[in-house]
């Protein structure tokens, strides 16, 4: 294969919602490209991306595949990634290091909400978009409300291209209002006849192409002026123009496809050789420290790995963009995170399950190598002395979670191995060992990620797991204030054991006073403070622990045992075994004994009078609560209110954006468990959602009594 610079390089992720047929298009743009002898299809289970045993179990992509096409003496990288919400990761990594997307959309569903969803990613990123309308063979195909529906969402930028002369299962016809042309093909697809634009269509035609001129013109003050003076713009104008509009997103086109047939694939490529930017015209990356490094091929070689992959046999395959330099066969390079040398012994160009050797890739290039020893995604790799470090692609916050464990329990290394390496494939994938809850917490996208990660381990690994609820984190607090003591003697046999402690107990809450008095026994007693700690627990909140002894009663050298003893409750909450929160003890008198006092005694006095003034002092189960927002059409607005109605959701606002209805509601972590399932089911996968933590909450006192009820507590005494 020739090596291609910067201006003849483009990164294409096709994005698109789950089986818009961003695959088939891939295939078609592989075998036209001549890449592939023929053309598999999903259905078959032989398309390249899809070439992993889970897609092709579930029919349909489940990771980011790697392909090209060599067109008219330039590189065509495209990404082609899952369109199912759950595998949104996939999408992020892919957008990183692409220079366009081209939005798959089938004309038979038209916008969905997972088209929408991506397009806020590639805002985020700040990457063109191109439209591409496929399945317009499908017999149900509507061309006109798809379009519709695309200006509704992303408003005039939305311009035709292209328009379907006879959508539906005779299709074969389509008029190109940039080149004013009509193609035609035949039943096999590929090659058209190009004919002119027939009487009937000329109007429309016109139309649309002055559209397109104006639109392309608006892009440029000098096409803008050229544009006045002649009335129209040459088809390199038009190209110049459309290719401003869509590096500054002033600009979505749209294309039309049948995919399946291969028809408009070959125009559609000539379009993206002709039109779309290149890695050259792209402003480069931006560094962590802010230095923006342009596609120069002479510059110091550095590579971004966006993705990997564990192939049976081979081991990892690490995906990766040529952000500056070139980069040959043999190069040496220091891993930036770990500092680590990697020599890149292979390098391939890749076109899914297909790897062809190459010598050297330049700046703006996407590649793969193997066999690098501790390099994982997200690591810059450069040559000496080039100190470039690219940011970490950021993921989405995890939707759903489950504990899971090995059906056999000889199996639970080998399956944590696993989750641990299948997290290095797909970084939205969460694994980890929550020693609170004692069990392995696997978190992700929804049920399908979980689902089909699943089988890909029982499949692949052989280890059968199983999914289990997962338990909640709740925290135990207190309302208000209480007061125990709590004396520890154990005379029996050997040396005895001696110690007495009293404390007050109460809420604690930011910028609250010092204690001054409280009020024990009726009696205000003036508390006078000796020594303060003050612990931000691992858990999340506070605890103020004074040492308010008067008169030597207990010796400070004690102070620590009884730390350490209301330390231990507080991991254990006394009420559900939860951690506790948020509380202030003061230690105002006590016992010592000169003789049998020592650490456990008062260990033990200080754990026992804290459980004691914790009951008495209006204990509280809190819950975790989440921020949900919730992206919904519409029509399904109301079922999606009712559902969360039963989730205890309180609704914070409601937003109409982009077409599409916003719901903000705070939901307890309990009730949201299974919910990206849910919400699927009440809208037919039409809404999406998001859901990030917020903070603790006290749960309701049904709640409360139910799990205190189903706790016993177990506080043997040692
Ligand atoms: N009629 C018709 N069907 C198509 C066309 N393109 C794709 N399909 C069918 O639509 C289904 C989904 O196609 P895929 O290519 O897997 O779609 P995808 O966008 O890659 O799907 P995900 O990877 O799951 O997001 C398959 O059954 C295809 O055969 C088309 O142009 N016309
Ligand atoms: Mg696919």
């Avoid at 009509?182 to 109007?203: Q, T």
């Avoid at 090995?406 to 299948?422: I, Q, S, T």
């Avoid at 089911?681 to 205190?708: C, D, H, N, W």
Wanted: aromatic share 8%.
């Amino acid at each position: 294969m020739k090596t291609y610079s910067p201006s003849e390089i483009k990164n294409i992720a096709l994005v698109g919602s789950a089986g818009s047929g961003k695959t088939t298009l891939a295939e078609a743009m592989m075998y036209e490209g001549g890449v592939i002898p023929r053309r598999g299809s999903v259905s078959a289970k032989n398309t390249a991306s899809d070439y992993r045993p889970v897609e092709q179990e579930y029919g349909s992509s489940v990771f980011p595949a790697v392909l090209y096409a060599e067109w008219k003496n330039q590189k065509l990288n495209f990404i082609d990634t899952p369109g199912a919400d759950d595998f949104v990761g996939g999408v992020i990594s892919a957008l990183n290091v692409a220079d366009t997307a081209v939005m798959v959309v089938n004309a038979v569903k038209g916008i969905e909400v997972g088209t929408e969803i991506i397009s806020r990613h590639a805002k985020k990123l700040n990457k063109p978009i191109i439209f591409i309308v496929n399945q317009l063979d499908h017999e149900k195909a509507n061309f006109e409300q798809t379009i519709e529906h695309a200006k509704a969402s992303f408003g005039k930028k939305v311009v035709l291209v292209q328009y379907p002369v006879n959508q539906g299962t005779g299709f074969n016809m389509v008029v190109d209002v940039l080149k004013m042309e009509m193609y035609k093909w035949k039943p096999e697809g590929g090659k058209p006849d190009v004919l002119p634009i027939p009487e009937e269509e000329k109007e429309k035609a016109d139309e649309l192409h002055n559209a397109l001129i104006e639109a392309a013109a608006e892009n440029d003050d000098k096409l803008m002026e050229l544009y006045f003076e002649k009335g129209s713009l040459t088809e390199d104008e038009m190209r110049a123009g459309i290719r401003a509009g869509l590096i500054k997103r002033d600009m979505f086109p749209v294309f039309c496809v049948s995919a399946e047939k291969d028809m408009c694939v070959r125009r559609f490529m000539e379009f993206l050789v002709n039109v779309a930017p290149n890695a050259a015209a792209m402003p480069g990356t931006e560094t962590i420290d802010g230095t923006t490094v342009p596609y120069d091929e002479n510059g110091a070689a550095s590579i971004f790995v966006f993705s990997t992959s564990i192939e049976p046999h081979l081991g990892d395959i690490n995906y990766f963009k040529v952000m500056s330099g070139t980069l040959k066969e043999g190069d040496d390079l220091t891993n930036m995170t770990n500092e680590n040398k990697e020599r890149i012994s292979q390098l391939f160009a890749v076109a899914g399950k297909n790897r062809m050797k190459v010598s050297e890739l330049k700046a703006g290039d996407i590649g793969a190598t193997v066999k690098l020893k501790a390099t994982r995604n997200g690591d810059t790799l450069n040559a000496k002395d080039c100190t470039y470090k690219f940011p970490l692609i950021k993921y989405p916050e995890p939707r759903f979670r489950t504990a899971v464990r090995a059906v056999n329990k000889g199996d639970d290394e080998k399956m944590a191995e696993v989750l641990n390496r299948m997290h290095e494939e797909d970084p939205s994938l969460l694994v980890e060992y929550s020693k609170e809850l004692k069990q392995l917490i696997l978190s992700g996208q929804g049920e399908f990620h979980l689902n089909t990660m699943k089988w890909r381990i029982e499949h692949n690994d052989k280890v059968a797991i199983e999914f289990v609820v997962p338990k909640i984190p709740y925290r135990e607090t207190i309302t208000k204030f209480a007061q125990a003591e709590y004396r520890h003697k154990k005379q029996s046999g050997g040396a005895g054991q001696f110690g007495e402690v009293h404390m007050v107990i109460e809420p604690y809450t930011e910028g609250m006073p010092e204690p001054t008095s409280y009020k024990i026994g009726g009696v205000d007693s003036k508390m006078s403070v000796k020594g303060k700690e003050e612990y931000d627990l691992p858990w999340g909140g506070k605890l103020i622990f004074y040492n308010c002894i008067v008169g030597g009663v207990i010796e400070a050298r004690f102070m620590p045992a009884i730390l350490k003893g209301i330390m231990e409750k507080m991991e254990e909450g006394p009420l559900t075994g939860s951690y506790a929160r948020d509380i202030r003890v003061c230690i105002y008198d006590g016992k010592m004994h000169p003789v049998d006092s020592n650490e456990i005694s008062f260990r033990l006095a200080g754990r026992h009078a804290f459980s004691e003034a914790f009951k008495n002092a209006g204990p509280k189960v809190l819950e975790p609560i989440y921020d949900v927002e919730v992206l919904v059409p519409e029509e399904d607005m109301g079922d999606v209110m009712s559902d969360l109605q039963t989730r205890r959701a309180i609704i914070m606002g409601m937003d109409s954006d982009n077409g599409f209805q916003k719901i903000m509601a705070k939901v307890p972590l309990k009730e949201m468990q299974r919910y990206s399932t849910a919400l699927s089911s009440i809208t037919g996968g039409r809404a999406t959602f998001s859901m990030k933590f917020a903070g603790y909450e006290k749960v309701p006192g049904e709640i409360q009594e139910e799990l205190l009820s189903s706790y016993k507590e177990s506080d043997d005494d040692e």
